[in-house]
């Protein structure tokens, strides 16, 4: 059983620092496109060229599977609205979580 030490250690290492806590706070003024672009800037910031172009052909091929699978009508669509509804709901629990742990 883990002790009380370890889960206080593991707290303190998922606590961002005060420079990504502004940066998250001004991401958040931005509209949803604006914030995708941030994250794939980020995201893609991690990884070589060669990553990069694996993860796009990856991506493309999965967007294509996806597209067939709604036009043979294996797949409903789902409202951008009721999407982006879902992870801001999601998000607010997060941070509302997080607080109280923290």
Not at 30 to 36: D, W
Request: overall charge negative; aromatic content about 8%; hydrophobic content about 35%.
């Amino acid at each position: 059983m883990p002790s009380q030490q370890s889960d206080t250690s593991d707290i303190k290492d998922r606590i961002m620092t005060t420079q990504a806590i502004h940066i998250c706070q001004a991401a958040e003024q931005l509209s949803p496109r604006e914030r995708i672009e941030v994250i794939e800037h980020l995201f893609y910031s991690l990884d070589s060229k060669s990553e990069r172009e694996k993860i796009d052909l990856l991506w493309a091929e999965e967007s294509e599977r996806r597209l067939s699978a709604y036009e043979r009508g294996e797949m409903k669509a789902i409202p951008a609205e009721e999407v982006f509804n879902k992870l801001e709901s999601n998000r607010k629990w997060k941070h509302s979580f997080e607080e109280y742990v923290l």
